[in-house]
C-alpha cells in the first residue's frame, strides 16, 4: 500500500513537472472555430494543442516549434514545443531544454545527449541537480548510479544504490539494477546476492524480470533455475508463450549490456509503475528517455504502444513497433500486437493474411490462430472462427487452467453459429479449466436461462458469477433474466433495473427490462422500454422480436418469452 501511495504522489508531482501535458485536453482551447480561426503565433499555437489531443505529437511540435520561431522568448510556448518534440522523438527537443532550465525533464533530455556523447561527468551532475522528491525518489539513484558505472566506479554506484537497498521502499527495484551494475562491474557475488534480493522483493513475474534474470541464471550455471523463472513468466502471461523458444535460447544474452541501457531501463522501470497507475501521459514521456538513450528498446516499445492501442492512437502504436527487427526474440508478441492494431486500425483483410503468417511462422504456438479466430468471430464469421479455434486447440496438447479461454471461444462461434450441443460441451470443458470463472458461469447460464433449461443450476452459477463481478451490467441482467424465467418478476424487475442502470446503452438489457416491466403489469413502462431497445442498434433479429411486442397481433398480443 505504502508503494502505491507513493507512486500516486509521484504521479501528481508530474502533473507539476509536465505542466505542458495539459495541451492534451482539447477543451483547453484546442477545439477549431468555424467563425474565427486565429494566425500567426496565436494559430499556430491553437493548431500544435489541437494536434497534441488528436494523437499527432509530431505536426504538434512544427505547429508548435513554428510559434516559438515567432515569439522566442515566452517560456510557456517553449515548453509546450519542448514536450511536442520529446514526444515526437524529435531532435530539437534538445535545443528547447537549454531553454528550460526549471524543468527537470528537460534536464533529463540534456543528461541524455551528455551521456550519448559520452560526457558522463554532466550527466552525473545532472543528475544530481535534480530535486529528490516525488519521482525522482526513484529515478535519481538509479541514474547516478549508472553514470557512476560508465566511468568504472562500479563500487560508488553500489554505494549510491545501497541506501535505497535498505529502506523499504521499492527496494526490489533498487536491488536489481543493483544487481546488474555488480555483474557489468565483474563483482559475481554481489550480482548474485542483490539478485536474490530482488527476486524475493518482486514476486509479481514480469517479461523484463524474467528476461534480466534468466541471463544471469544461465551465466552462473542455474540452468534449473532458467527453466523454473520462465515456466513462472509463462504462468502468470500465457501471451508470452509464443516467443518463450527464442527468450529460452537467447537467455544468455545480457538485456542490459552497457550503462547507457542501464540508463534507459531506469526510465522504463519508472514508465512501467506510472502506467500501472493509469499515469499514460506521463510513461510516454519516460519511454521516450528511454527510447532517446536505447531506440531500439524493444520492450520500451511495446509498452508504448499498448499505451496508445488504449488511447485509441493504433496507426501512431504501429509506428512505434515499426523500428523492431524480425530477429527480435519478442519478434512473435509483437507480430500479433501489430495484427491487433491493424486489425483496430480498421484493415481487417490485412490484419487476417499478417495473422496467417504468423501462423507459418510459429506452428506450436496456439496464439496467432486464437487472436484470428476472435478477428473472424468478431465480423461473425462464425464458421471460420470455429475452424482457427480448432487449429488453435489441436496445438494445445493438454490443456491448463489459462487454456479455458479457446474453449470459452470457440463456444460462443459455435453457439452462434447455431451448434449449441457443441458449444455447450466447450462451456463445460472451460468451466473444468476455470470453474470459478465468470464469464463462462454468465454464458452457458444465460443461454440455458434463455432457452428455459436447467433453471436451478443456471441460476446458481449465475449468482456465482456475479458473487464475483457484482458491478457487471451482463451478468446482473443475466441474474435478472433467470428470475424472469423462473416466475420472479418482482425480484426481475429489481434487478433488471439495476442492470439497466449499469448499461444504460445496451439493447437486451433495455430490452428484458420491458419484458418484466410487461409481466408485471407496468404495460406503458415496457413500451417505453423496448423502444428505446430500438434505438440502441439491436441486432436484426432482436429488433424484429422489439417490433413484434411493440405492434402485436390482434389475436395474441406481445410475446415475452422468448426475447
Known sequence: MQQVRILRRAAFLA???????????????????DRFIPTGVAGDFLAGRFAL??????????????AVAASPHDQELILQAFIACLDAGRPEAVQLARQLPDSQVAQLVLANASAKAGNWTDAERRFRAMAHQGLTQLLQPLLIAWAQQAEGRTGAALATLQPSIDSQRFRGIFALHGAMIADLGNKPEEAGRLYKISQSELPEPSLRLAQILASW???????????HTFAVLQTAA??????????????????????ADGVAEAYFTLAAALRAQDAGDFAMIMIRLALDMRPNFAAARLLAADILQSQHHPELALQMLAPIPANDVLDGVVRLRRAALTAQAGRDSEAMQALKRVVADY????????QLGDLLRAKKRYPEAIVAYNQAIARIPHPEHADWVVFYDRGIALERDHQWHKAEADFNRALQLAPDQPFVLNYLGY????????????????????????NDGAITD???WVMFRQGEIDEAVKTLE?????????????GHLGDAYWAAGRKIEAQYQWRRALTLNPGADDAAKLEAKLNPSPTRGPVVSDQ
Open 238 to 259: 500465457p501471451d508470452i508463450s509464443i516467443a518463450m523458444r527464442a527468450l529460452a535460447a537467447n537467455a544468455a544474452t545480457r538485456p542490459v549490456a552497457r550503462p
Open 217 to 227: 541464471q544461465v551465466r552462473s550455471g542455474q540452468r534449473g533455475s532458467v527453466e
Open 498 to 510: 439495476r442492470a439497466a442502470e449499469l448499461e444504460p446503452e445496451d439493447a437486451t438489457i433495455n
Open 478 to 480: 443475466s441474474l435478472g
Open 447 to 470: 443461454s440455458w436461462a434463455d432457452m428455459g433449461h436447467n433453471l436451478s443450476r443456471a441460476r446458481s452459477m449465475i449468482e456465482k458469477a456475479a458473487q464475483r463481478r457484482p
Open 53 to 66: 489531443a488528436e494523437g499527432d505529437p509530431n505536426t504538434a511540435a512544427t505547429d508548435l516549434l513554428r
Open 363 to 370: 506452428p506450436d504456438s496456439p496464439l496467432p490462430d486464437i
Open 15 to 33: 502533473l507539476s513537472l509536465l505542466s505542458a501535458c495539459a495541451a492534451s485536453d482539447p477543451s483547453a482551447g484546442g477545439a477549431r472555430s
